[in-house]
RNA sequence: GGCGCCAUCGUCUAUCGGUUAGGACAUGUGAUUUUCAAUCACAGAAGAGGGGUUCGACUCCCCUUGGCGCUGCCA
């Protein structure tokens, strides 16, 4: 008995360069990603832009930017635009064997066709008569024309195929028609370059989103035409915006790079987005990449498309940041920090890395921390706590000012003593509300009416700027 | 309009015919507390509607409704 060698598995993720990475595409990409993960299988990364006019370079480096940031590795790359010859062969293939033709209709001849179709309530498709002319040359153009399939738009036949996540899906042949293959024998369409690649990158699984269920039996069709095996389907459920239609521009940030922007980290964003439509065995929901290979698999995952919910994705990335020792979360946060305060001192932004660790939900947010950075600018009038008023306002200052300046060995400072001094000064003072005490304090220390406790900052800015925030407060009118 | 896909808390989801329908995010309340966070505890919150099948349906089938996707000589 011989041993049956499982055929390899081979995945690819094929972005069009015609606009940078999406949150669409890369969430399709992870997919893909983990599931040649979990089978040891490969990931080809296929560039589609047959069509020169909307493809560029430029965005073509976004996406490959985006994936590797993301940690998506591929082991094999490829260009549809440097791969005419191949399409230009399977092209006059099927021209010699009369399946496929010139058709030479105009668009408008297209658009008349459509229209008198839909309104005898048909299916929109071009049936196209040219395809019975016997052309002396068929692989020659004749004319203005473009390569179609030939249909039988007479057949009674249903296209069937078992997608993974969805099972059975039909179409009825007769309501595709002769789709186009090509502008020209070296300008492949879309679904043909598909259906050529795919079967020479040997390409075993098709997970795609939900967008291209659609555009399955077409390329059945094709690869029927051309003799080849059909890979397994899996359509994925769409990534929805607020008002359930598919994740687009008008959504807000849709653009890769604005999440690399903003600070969110790629373990978080893989664990967010695999989140999106799988779910793991064991329910739970921080989960490593190496976690989540080992559990994933297309049998889980949903069928209906799932909202894009970004309080959800801050709350993973919180979770992540918290991971961190000051070590890690300082180098980490230190471009964002450059980026809005200039150039700091890393032995100063350790110190405040408990902070963010505690506060952050991306690292952006650090802008908010500007008085570390920065003397504080604000209103007199703030400086003063809801239960107190002006005079033990300034009253409080002048007794914070006095005990952290007086006895106080700033090089040990104790957060501890200084904390009993201050409770002690609100005791004896102010009748036990150590809100006339702290809140001054911090608000002269940050300019700010949140933020966090004003001890602590104290220790992290040291005494010089500690104190003289202190006198600038109690010069305030 | 045609074709297709989908349907459990506000959101992401668990349940593979028998559960008080579970968890997470978000929300609310409380604890902590000098504010805001963080943290902890608790609470409210769901099977679209109608038919079947079955001893028993969120789960299987059908219909309705609704949502979405596709409908290019774009991908």
């Known amino acids: 008995m011989t041993k049956v060698r499982k055929p390899e598995i081979r995945v690819r993720v094929a972005p069009s360069p015609t606009g940078n990475l999406h949150i669409g595409n890369a969430r399709t990409a992870l997919f893909n990603w983990l599931f040649a993960k979990h089978h040891t299988g490969k990931l080809i990364l296929r560039i589609e832009d047959t069509d020169l006019e909307r493809s560029s370079l430029e965005f073509?480096?976004?996406?490959?930017?985006?994936?590797?940031?993301?940690?998506?590795?591929w082991d094999e790359f490829y260009k549809q635009s440097e791969r005419l010859d191949r399409y230009e062969k399977h092209l006059k293939k099927l021209l010699e064997e009369k399946k496929a033709f010139w058709c030479y209709h105009s668009k408008e001849e297209l658009e008349a066709e459509k229209k008198e179709q839909t309104q005898k309530k048909e299916a929109p498709r071009h049936i196209c008569e040219h395809k019975y002319m016997n052309h002396e040359s068929g692989i020659m153009n004749q004319g203005a024309g473009i390569i179609r399939l030939k249909v039988d738009e007479n057949s009674h036949r249903t296209v069937r195929f078992e997608d993974i996540i969805r099972g059975h899906v039909?179409?009825?042949?007769?309501?595709?028609?002769?789709?186009?293959?090509?502008?020209?024998?070296?300008?492949?369409?879309?679904?043909?370059?598909?259906?050529?690649?795919?079967?020479?990158?040997?390409i075993s699984h098709v997970i795609r989103g939900e967008d291209h269920i659609a555009n399955t039996?077409?390329?059945?069709?094709?690869?029927?035409?051309?003799?080849?095996?059909l890979p397994q389907f899996a359509h994925l459920p769409l990534i929805l915006g607020e008002d359930r239609s598919k994740l687009s521009k008008r959504h807000g940030a849709v653009n890769f790079d604005e999440y690399i922007g903003a600070g969110y980290l790629p373990e978080a964003l893989v664990n967010f987005l695999?989140?999106?439509?799988?779910?793991?065995?064991?329910?739970?929901?921080?989960?490593t990449k190496n976690e989540i290979i080992e559990q994933f698999s297309l049998e889980k995952v949903h069928k209906s498309g799932a909202i894009f919910d970004v309080k959800k994705l801050n709350w993973i990335n919180s979770q992540y940041i918290k991971q961190f020792n000051d070590e890690g979360l300082t180098s980490l946060v230190m471009p964002f920090i450059e980026k809005y305060f200039g150039k700091q001192d890393k032995v100063f932004v350790l110190k405040l890395a408990p902070v963010f660790r505690e506060r952050l939900e991306y690292l952006d947010q650090v802008k908010e921390f500007k008085y570390f950075f920065g003397e504080p600018e604000y209103e007199a009038d703030i400086l003063v706590w809801k239960k107190s008023d002006k005079e033990k306002t300034h009253k409080a200052l002048e007794s914070v000012l006095e005990?952290?300046?007086s006895n106080l060995e700033w090089e040990i400072f104790d957060e501890k003593y200084i904390r009993s001094e201050l409770?002690?000064?609100a005791e004896e003072k102010f009748g036990g509300d150590r809100g006339a005490v702290?809140?001054?304090?911090?608000?002269?220390?940050t300019g700010e009416k949140f933020s966090p406790d004003p001890v602590e900052i104290a220790r992290i800015i040291g005494k010089e700027k500690t104190l003289n925030r202190i006198q600038v407060a109690l010069k305030k009118p």
Do not use: C
């Not at 039996?217 to 095996?229: M, R, T, Y």
């Not at 702290?438 to 220390?445: E, F, G, I, K, N």
């Open 60 to 73: 073509e480096k976004n996406i490959l930017n985006g994936l590797e940031w993301l940690g998506l590795k």
């Open 438 to 445: 702290y809140w001054p304090l911090r608000v002269a220390l």
């Open 403 to 405: 005990i952290l300046s």
């Open 423 to 425: 409770d002690k000064l």
């Open 274 to 287: 695999s989140l999106l439509g799988w779910s793991s065995k064991d329910g739970r929901e921080i989960l």
């Open 170 to 202: 039909e179409f009825e042949q007769r309501v595709i028609g002769d789709l186009s293959l090509a502008k020209d024998l070296r300008t492949p369409l879309y679904n043909f370059a598909v259906v050529v690649d795919d079967h020479e990158m040997k």
């Open 217 to 229: 039996p077409k390329q059945i069709l094709i690869a029927e035409a051309l003799g080849v095996s």
